[in-house]
């Protein structure tokens, strides 16, 4: 498996990991009845935190598998060469991360199914408001659809990485 | 409408005749990843006309010694 689909593992796993976070923290509070579900503010405020919790949570995770990713070559080269370098680990990390075409091809083949999915969350959530449902699950549809999107994006791409992309 | 064409190659021979050369050796050669090295050599990623001209340049050959084209029916 290669370092790219290692990644977006991660980071779908980290998406979903946060999104179930807030459902149980939101929903949970409001099942409780610690919080109204007619409270703007409420939930305005978990939305803002978990995006917060998000970015951070996403940054700490992505040096830790930076960090495992390392230790990882070190025990592959420990094994094959019976010691261990410094720099062949670097120049080998080096090597994983390189970024080219096709990996911007599925990039930003990804991204459209992660933008059409917010979309199409954002349309909804409009609709729900036009039908006279609450504001508070306008606002939950919109989020939610933004990280099922980013999570979709995610696997769209791990799929890609598998099954082989074509231009056009 | 137009037909569809496959486009095949030949990297894999290639590689063989050049010293047996690793995926990831021509991946730096090319100046692409080895992940993309191994998606051109399987079939599953065209590439750019750019990295095809870079892979046969890797392997000293024409680009048409490297990719050739099917047409399906």
């Not at chain 1, 179930?20 to 939305?47: H, P, Q, R, T």
Request: hydrophobic share 50%.
């Amino acid at each position: 498996m290669s370092y790219q689909e290692k990644r977006t593992i991660v980071t779908v796993l980290t998406g979903i990991l946060i999104l179930a976070a807030y459902c149980i923290y939101a929903f949970g509070k409001v099942n409780a009845g610690i919080e109204s579900v007619e409270d703007l503010k409420f939930w305005a405020f978990a939305m803002l935190l978990f995006i917060g919790v998000g970015v951070v949570a996403n940054i700490i995770i992505q040096i830790v598998f930076h960090i495992l990713l390392s230790i990882g070559i070190a025990i592959k080269e420990q094994i094959q060469n019976g010691s261990v370098n410094d720099d062949e680990i670097e120049k080998t990390l080096e090597l994983e991360m390189v970024e080219d075409e096709m990996d911007k091809l599925i990039g930003l083949k990804s991204m459209r199914l992660g933008f059409a999915v917010a979309g199409i969350g954002f349309v909804s959530g409009l609709v729900a408001l036009m039908m006279d449902y609450s504001p508070a699950l306008m606002m939950n549809i919109i989020f939610i659809s933004f990280n099922v999107g980013s999570i979709l994006e995610g696997i769209a791409q791990i799929y890609y990485y598998r099954k082989g992309v074509n231009h056009g | 409408m137009a037909k569809k064409i496959e486009i095949k190659n030949n990297i894999r021979t290639l590689r063989f005749f050049a010293n047996e050369m690793t995926q990831q050796q021509l991946a730096e050669k090319a100046g692409a990843s080895r992940q993309t090295i191994v998606a051109v050599e399987a079939g599953k990623y065209a590439p750019s006309l750019e990295l095809a001209f870079r892979i046969a340049e890797a392997f000293g050959v024409s680009i048409g010694e490297v990719f050739s084209y099917e047409v399906k029916e």
